[in-house]
């Protein structure tokens, strides 16, 4: 099948004007250009079959773009959407009418915010909009709150708990969101617990709704620690404060009513990252009555640990719950996830035994 002369002109004549993307509307059997002056379109005349005449214009435009008639290599899928692109080839990429051709770009890491701005006219999608939120300059440019309010607008409509935390997390990146559309996603995550995690995510030291600090905290804030207990005192002294009663009561929140075990995972992942300086030979991969274990040994070996215990107001079961909390993650929770994949409320009775013990942890710090 060949395409129509009128077709094969006015697309040559499209291309001839330097359009900085294409797309291709299948339903209306339309080419679309976009240019600095606005849109161009191309109403096509099909010679036979729609899916076949549409294929003759992406070989059209392929050869053309990169001159190669063949059309876009969609076998190089997965090494694309690991953003494998060279830079210098990402404008081409979006002449092509493909849309897996977008996606590679989306993916690219040289990915600069006008050509997210093409890409995103060229396919509006959520997960294209998350790919480009990972990107700095789309985050720091023009089109990053454009992204992020669309995907606030979709993110009732996303099914998969964890594309929901990816969303919110990336939503929440500085500058994208104003407070009162950040506080409504607040409200939200009543009702869509993972919502939370994103949150512990992306401003796990600005949370809305921010509650009293622990009455220990003035105490601990009066006295700097010494060389030896400096990091366990930053960290407990950020435990304790406003913002740190916040993080935790927001995990506790997490914990309450978890959906999948993915959302376990990455909280308990996000609780342990929080700690981490509780922890300085690295993350742990131990079942909890080894954490608690691990936790009674270190209070005795760790002179940093001593220290902050026989500072005044401080629980020595305080100090320990930073070690236990810095070492969650999925040994925590092998001997349940890993021959079940129950979800939601009977996953949640199969990690009482388990979540009972951290969250006492957890309690003892507010």
């Known amino acids: 099948m060949e395409l129509s002369p009128q077709d094969t002109l006015r697309l040559n004549v499209l291309l001839a004007s330097q359009p900085q993307a294409i797309r291709i509307n299948?339903?209306?059997?339309?080419?679309?250009?976009?240019?600095?002056?606005?849109?161009?379109?191309?109403?096509l005349n099909p010679t036979g079959r729609d899916e076949q005449y549409v294929k003759r214009v992406k070989?059209?435009?392929?050869?053309?773009?990169?001159?190669?008639?063949?059309?876009?290599?969609?076998?190089?899928?997965?090494?694309?959407?690991?953003?494998?692109m060279r830079d210098d080839s990402l404008e081409q990429l979006l002449l092509l009418g493909?849309?897996?051709?977008?996606?590679?770009?989306?993916?690219?890491?040289?990915?600069?915010?006008?050509?997210?701005?093409r890409a995103w006219?060229?396919?509006e999608d959520a997960t294209n909009a998350r790919h480009m939120l990972n990107k700095q300059a789309v985050v720091d440019g023009a089109m990053g709150p454009v992204l992020a309010r669309y995907l606030v607008e979709h993110l009732p409509f996303e099914a998969e708990p964890?594309?929901?935390?990816?969303?919110v997390r990336l939503v929440l990146q500085p500058g994208l969101l104003d407070p009162w559309e950040i506080d409504g996603l607040w409200r939200k995550a009543q009702r869509k617990p993972a919502y939370y995690v994103g949150f512990l995510a992306a401003r796990p030291d600005d949370l809305p709704a921010p509650l009293a600090a622990h009455p220990a905290h003035a105490t601990l804030a009066a006295g700097a620690g010494t060389e030896t207990t400096a990091p366990l005192h930053a960290l407990l002294l950020r435990a304790l404060s406003s913002a740190g009663q916040t993080y935790l009561d927001t995990v506790q929140r997490v914990f309450d009513k978890p959906s999948n075990q993915d959302v376990v995972?990455?909280?308990?992942?996000?609780?342990?990252?929080?700690?981490?300086?509780?922890?300085?030979?690295?993350?742990?991969?131990?079942?909890?009555p080894e954490l608690l274990a691990d936790a009674?040994?270190?209070?005795?070996?760790?002179?940093?640990?001593?220290?902050?215990?026989?500072?005044d107001g401080i629980d020595g079961a305080q100090v320990r719950a930073l070690?236990?909390?810095?070492?969650?993650?999925?040994?925590?929770?092998?001997?349940?996830?890993?021959?079940?994949?129950?979800?939601?409320?009977?996953?949640?009775?199969?990690?009482?035994?388990?979540?009972?013990?951290?969250?006492?942890?957890?309690?003892?710090?507010?």
Do not use: H
């Not at 009674?296 to 001593?306: G, H, K, N, Y």
């Open 296 to 311: 009674d040994s270190w209070l005795q070996r760790s002179t940093e640990a001593s220290g902050l215990c026989a500072v």
């Open 265 to 288: 995972n990455l909280a308990l992942d996000l609780v342990a990252d929080y700690f981490a300086a509780a922890r300085p030979e690295g993350k742990a991969d131990l079942t909890l």
């Open 121 to 123: 006219w060229a396919m």
């Open 98 to 117: 493909e849309p897996e051709a977008v996606v590679a770009a989306v993916c690219a890491q040289g990915l600069t915010d006008e050509l997210a701005r």
């Open 323 to 366: 070690r236990v909390l810095a070492g969650l993650g999925y040994g925590v929770v092998r001997p349940v996830f890993s021959d079940s994949t129950a979800i939601g409320s009977l996953m949640r009775r199969k990690l009482q035994p388990v979540l009972a013990p951290m969250l006492d942890a957890l309690q003892r710090l507010r």
């Open 162 to 167: 964890e594309q929901q935390i990816d969303t």
């Open 26 to 43: 299948e339903s209306t059997m339309t080419v679309c250009g976009l240019s600095p002056k606005g849109e161009a379109q191309v109403k």
């Open 59 to 84: 070989e059209l435009l392929s050869g053309y773009v990169l001159g190669s008639p063949g059309g876009y290599p969609v076998y190089l899928q997965r090494w694309t959407r690991m953003g494998q």
